[in-house]
């Protein structure tokens, strides 16, 4: 088992209990640098794997392919935490080693604990409150939507489709007892809670799925 740990925006107050607990079980913990490596060492031992910045491809390939292989060999065994800043899942080194592993190595679970990302601490430390939608972008161009709130979701995803998204998720309560995620466009229920998200993308078409 792998599991992609956040460890917040850099200060050691702000992991999560569960990344701790986490962090603390492991049979092995890896992390792919410095600061990563200084918030996990109250907790365990762990192995920083290189990632190089370089845009050349084949060195790139090479590299995630051996640091997938390292991985994945520890995981068939045993339990292993990839640690990182900020969440794993939110522009994150974890999701592309993760496509990796799950590439060459289908036989290994994969899940992730979600941390502090960038943007909810850009939001403290500077004191902007986000309440009013808003874009993030690496440079790349827009093909996800998340929306809040999500009471309609029937509505809400019917008229996305119209805007030509394609994909959809509607989640509700997560992480409580009464969570529910939803994947599938048909099965897309009328009313949600409160507490609830719509994610929608669009394929990108350029990417052979
Ligand atoms: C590859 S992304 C990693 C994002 C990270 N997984 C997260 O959840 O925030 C790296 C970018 O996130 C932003 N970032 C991450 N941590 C930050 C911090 N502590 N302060 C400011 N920006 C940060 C910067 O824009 C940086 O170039």
Redesign the pocket.
């Known amino acids: 088992m792998l599991i992609g740990v956040?460890l917040g925006?850099?200060n050691p107050q702000l992991l999560t209990l569960k990344a701790v607990e986490t962090l603390k079980h492991s049979d092995m913990v890896y992390v792919p640098g410095r600061l990563a490596a200084d918030l996990v060492a109250p907790y365990a031992n762990c192995e920083i794997l290189d990632f190089p910045m370089t845009k050349n491809s084949d060195v790139l390939n090479a590299i995630w392919k051996k640091n997938a292989d390292i991985v994945a060999g520890h995981a068939r065994s045993g339990t292993v935490a990839f640690g990182?800043?900020?969440?794993?899942?939110?522009?994150?080194?974890?999701s592309h080693l993760s496509r990796v592993i799950h590439e060459y190595h289908p036989d290994i679970g994969i899940t992730t604990i979600p941390?502090?990302?960038?943007?909810t601490?850009?939001a403290a430390?500077t004191k902007v409150a986000i309440d009013s939608s808003f874009e993030v972008s690496?440079g790349t161009c827009v093909r996800s939507k998340i929306i809040l709130k999500a009471r309609r979701p029937l509505e809400i995803v019917n008229s996305l489709a119209d805007e030509g998204y394609d994909e959809f998720i509607f989640a509700e309560k997560l992480f409580s007892d009464e969570e529910k995620i939803i994947k599938t466009r048909e099965n897309i229920p009328e009313k949600g809670d409160y507490f609830s998200i719509i994610y929608a993308k669009k394929r990108d078409p350029g990417r052979i799925e």
């Open positions: 956040g925006p850099g990182l800043i900020g969440d794993p899942n939110f522009f994150s080194t974890f941390g502090i990302s960038s943007i601490s850009f430390r690496d």
